[in-house]
Nanobody
Framework: QVQVVESGGGLVQPGGSLRLSCAAS????????MGWYRQAPGKQRDLAAR???????NYADSVKGRFAISRDNAKNTVYLQMNSLKPEDTAVYYC??????????WGQGTQVTVSS
């Protein structure tokens, strides 16, 4: 059994910052990549940022220069630092762990709302 738990969402004003955290535990091994996806109301779930075990990152064009993803391999934890937040960043953010023999595990999601 694998557990993936996110934290750090909330309400923030435009231009503000938030830091999301996600930790994996249980029978997880060989985490290949960790990622953050987001889903706004009425839209599909899309990749926001991803980082490989070796530290290679990729970002959605809409968040480049504002978001930064990082990971702690020893703790099976990934972070997403979000700066200069915009109303269009409002979404449920989901953590994804890609591990083992091509498995995917997801967190329950954390709400991020950017509004004045």
């Amino acid at each position: 059994q694998v557990q993936v738990v996110e934290s750090g969402g909330g309400l923030v004003q435009p231009g503000g910052s938030l830091r999301l955290s996600c930790a994996a535990s249980g029978s997880i091994f060989n985490i290949i990549s960790m990622g953050w996806y987001r889903q706004a109301p009425g839209k599909q779930r899309d990749l926001a940022a991803r980082i490989t075990r070796g530290g290679t990152t990729n970002y959605a064009d809409s968040v480049k220069g504002r978001f930064a993803i990082s990971r702690d391999n020893a703790k099976n934890t990934v972070y997403l630092q979000m700066n200069s937040l915009k109303p269009e960043d409002t979404a449920v953010y989901y953590c994804n762990m890609h591990w083992g023999y091509n498995y995917d595990s997801w967190g329950q999601g954390t709400q991020v709302t950017v509004s004045s």
